[in-house]
T-cell receptor, first 113, second 119 residues
Framework: GDSVTQMEGPVTLSEEAFLTINCTYT??????LFWYVQYPGEGLQLLLK?????DKGSNKGFEATYRKETTSFHLEKGSVQVSDSAVYFC????????????FGQGTRLTINP | NAGVTQTPKFQVLKTGQSMTLQCAQD?????MYWYRQDPGMGLRLIYY???????DKGEVPNGYNVSRLNKREFSLRLESAAPSQTSVYFC??????????????????FGPGTRLTVL
C-alpha cells in the first residue's frame, strides 16, 4: 500500500540555518503530496502541496518539489526562524484513494536563537 | 469562522468506559475524517465520511464507531475504552469534490485535537 517515510528527528538548528527535511514515498499512480505543520498544542495546518510531477509548492519561505523520478518531496527553507519550531509531517493522497491522507511519522524541528 | 471544532479537549477514562468525541465544521464541507496521532507514528485514519450519509473504515477502525449526524457534525465513539486507545484524536474536513470519479486535491483542515488517556 501507499506509504511515506520521513527523515528521523528531532532536528535542531540555529536561527538562519538552511533546513532540509527529507520525505520519500511509495504509491501507485500519481499521488498528490503535502507538507503539514503542527505547532505546539495545535492541530495540523497545511504548509504546502504539489499535485503533479515537477510541481513546486511554496509557502512562508518553505519549498518542496515533487520529484517523481526519485519519489521524493523534500522540504527546504533557506533561513529558519525560532518561530519555525514545530513538527512537520509529509503526507500523500493516492490517486485512487478517495480523499484519505497517508502521513509520515513526523519530524520535530527546534530552532535555537 | 471557527473552522473545525472538537470537544472535549482533554479526557481521562477508565478501561471499559465509553465516550463520544464530537467534531463540527462550519465550512460547508462534504467530507470529514477522524485520525489518531501516536508518538513516532504520524497520523492514522480511523474512519472517514466522504459525504453526508456515508461512512467508511480507515486504517485503524477496530474499537471505534462513527456517526455522520448531519453535514456539519461527525462523532467518534469508543464503546469500551482500552489503554491502547490512549492517543490524541484529530478531526478534519475537506470540500470533497469529485470530478468524474476522481477525487480532487482539496485540502484537509484539522481541528485542535482531543487528548484521551485510558487508565
Amino acid at each position: 500500500g501507499d506509504s511515506v517515510t520521513q527523515m528521523e528527528g528531532p532536528v535542531t538548528l540555529s536561527e538562519e540555518a538552511f533546513l532540509t527535511i527529507n520525505c520519500t514515498y511509495t504509491a501507485t499512480g500519481y499521488p498528490s503530496l503535502f507538507w503539514y505543520v503542527q505547532y505546539p498544542g495545535e492541530g495540523l495546518q497545511l504548509l504546502l502541496k504539489a499535485t503533479k510531477a515537477d510541481d513546486k509548492g511554496s509557502n512562508k519561505g518553505f519549498e518542496a518539489t515533487y520529484r517523481k523520478e526519485t519519489t521524493s518531496f523534500h522540504l527546504e527553507k533557506g533561513s529558519v526562524q525560532v518561530s519555525d519550531s514545530a513538527v512537520y509531517f509529509c503526507a500523500l493522497r493516492g490517486f485512487q484513494g478517495a480523499q484519505k491522507l497517508v502521513f509520515g511519522q513526523g519530524t520535530r524541528l527546534t530552532i535555537n536563537p | 469562522n471557527a473552522g473545525v471544532t472538537q470537544t472535549p479537549k482533554f479526557q481521562v477514562l477508565k478501561t471499559g468506559q465509553s465516550m463520544t468525541l464530537q467534531c463540527a465544521q462550519d465550512m460547508n464541507h462534504n467530507s470529514m475524517y477522524w485520525y489518531r496521532q501516536d508518538p513516532g507514528m504520524g497520523l492514522r485514519l480511523i474512519y472517514y465520511s466522504a459525504s453526508e450519509g456515508t461512512t467508511d473504515k480507515g486504517e485503524v477502525p477496530n474499537g471505534y464507531n462513527v456517526s455522520r449526524l448531519n453535514k456539519r457534525e461527525f462523532s467518534l465513539r469508543l464503546e469500551s475504552a482500552a489503554p491502547s486507545q490512549t492517543s490524541v484524536y484529530f478531526c478534519a474536513s475537506s470540500v470533497g469534490i469529485w470530478d468524474r470519479g476522481i477525487p480532487s486535491t482539496d485540502t484537509q483542515y484539522f481541528g485542535p485535537g482531543t487528548r484521551l488517556t485510558v487508565l
